[in-house]
């Protein structure tokens, strides 16, 4: 018995001491936009809210073009929908809310190295989740297919 309470004492110890790993999803060498950030407004259960995400487009990448949000089941997106870059200054977009999909057209060319701020302005909350999940996929300059980029997670707590 006194074996077997050892035993256990060294293994919580030992797991104890170990550090715990964050993982992240941004990529450092990507080539590719990738999401770098999002968070809710009010971080709450409220049924009207603003969901935002930063997208980030490397100096290695191609120009965006066009992107495109799949709304997840439960929410609805109105056609309010605010884009900016980091320093603040809008960018000119056609945007089209169909259903559950939302599109985002560039008449200008969103340059590499750009870090574009999307608010989803009044979203509707009519489901129950803990999390919600937004695939978004972009289209670059000289590509005619969409490439997906990431999810960006809300968490209601």
Not at 63 to 88: C, E, F, R, Y
Not at 106 to 135: C, H, K, M
């Amino acid at each position: 018995m006194k074996k077997l309470i050892y035993a256990v004492a060294l293994t919580l110890t030992i797991a104890s001491l170990s550090s715990a790993t964050y993982g992240t999803t941004m990529m450092k060498n990507s080539r590719f936009p990738n999401i770098v950030g999002a968070v809710q407004f009010p971080q709450n259960k409220a049924k009207v809210v603003r969901d935002s995400f930063q997208l980030k487009i490397p100096q290695d990448s191609r120009a965006l073009s066009q992107m495109t949000i799949a709304v997840p089941q439960g929410l609805t997106v109105k056609n309010d929908i605010n884009l900016s870059d980091q320093s603040g200054k809008k960018i000119a977009a056609n945007i089209t809310v169909n259903g559950r999909t939302i599109t985002i057209a560039f008449p200008q060319q969103v340059a590499p190295g750009t870090e574009l701020n999307i608010d989803l302005n009044r979203v509707l909350i009519s489901g129950t989740s803990n999390a919600w999940l937004y695939p978004v996929s972009v289209r670059l300059v000289g590509l005619n297919a969409d490439i997906p980029v990431g999810v960006f997670r809300l968490r209601i707590y």
